[in-house]
T-cell receptor, first 117, second 112 residues
Framework: NAGVMQNPRHLVRRRGQEARLRCSPV?????VYWYRQLPEEGLKFMVY????????ESGMPKERFSAEFPKEGPSILRIQQVVRGDSAAYFC???????????????FGPGTRLTVL | AQSVTQPDIHITVSEGASLELRCNYS??????LFWYVQSPGQGLQLLLK??????LVQGIKGFEAEFKRSQSSFNLRKPSVHWSDAAEYFC??????????FGAGTRLFVKA
């Protein structure tokens, strides 16, 4: 009865490198959400995906950030050419295939803490 | 614009005392409201949610919350706090789209 899995739990990158964050949703869930949490702040929505589709990416920076949720395998949040300001905790959540939307209960993973040196 | 305000950054409560965490939201339509708890180094766990119906909702771990439309509030309460309740609590509102908007959180400290 595995919940949402995220790896790595901690990731250290130097400025200019790439960061890849993985999220495996709860088995049977086909909706994935990514959030970013800066220190002392709440979670900020980044992107919402269904299998092979980006539904809403309005919270994701236009440059250097991308997300995918392929037919097979985990969802990936990719940050290219990281900068110090990207240091944060990145959380993934999943919800069942019930149509998506604000009423869906989201199940959160433990997060990936990215540190950019 | 939609927003969620948690006025208290930190709250300290004695073990066994009652607790109320405040949450105010700004949203034009009927909101979907949530309370989550986050323990250090962990993800968020849903405590309870409100969509419609009875404005007093019961959640896990003995928590409850009351939706007051006239005050745009959704305060979280617990009659008797346990030391294990020390954590950060987030109020959130689900909007008409797919976003969930979170408040900045209230960190709860429990003293013996």
């Amino acid at each position: 009865n595995a919940g949402v899995m995220q790896n790595p739990r901690h990731l250290v990158r130097r400025r200019g490198q790439e960061a890849r964050l993985r999220c495996s949703p709860v088995k049977g869930h086909s909706h994935v959400y990514w959030y970013r949490q800066l220190p002392e702040e709440g979670l900020k929505f980044m992107v919402y995906l269904q299998k092979e589709n980006i539904i809403d990416e309005s919270g994701m920076p236009k440059e250097r950030f991308s997300a995918e949720f392929p037919k097979e395998g985990p969802s990936i949040l990719r940050i290219q050419q990281v900068v110090r300001g990207d240091s944060a905790a990145y959380f993934c959540a999943s919800s069942p295939a019930s149509g998506g939307g604000p009423a869906d209960t989201q199940y959160f993973g433990p997060g990936t803490r990215l540190t950019v040196l | 614009a939609q927003s969620v305000t948690q006025p208290d950054i930190h709250i300290t409560v004695s073990e066994g005392a009652s607790l109320e965490l405040r949450c105010n939201y700004s949203y034009g339509a009927t909101p979907y409201l949530f309370w989550y708890v986050q323990s250090p180094g962990q993800g968020l766990q849903l405590l309870l949610k409100y969509f419609s119906g009875d404005t007093l909702v019961q959640g896990i771990k003995g928590f409850e919350a009351e939706f007051k439309r006239s005050q745009s509030s959704f305060n979280l309460r617990k009659p008797s706090v346990h030391w294990s309740d020390a954590a950060e609590y987030f109020c959130a509102v689900g909007t008409g789209g797919f976003k969930t908007i979170f408040g900045a959180g209230t960190r709860l400290f429990v003293k013996a």
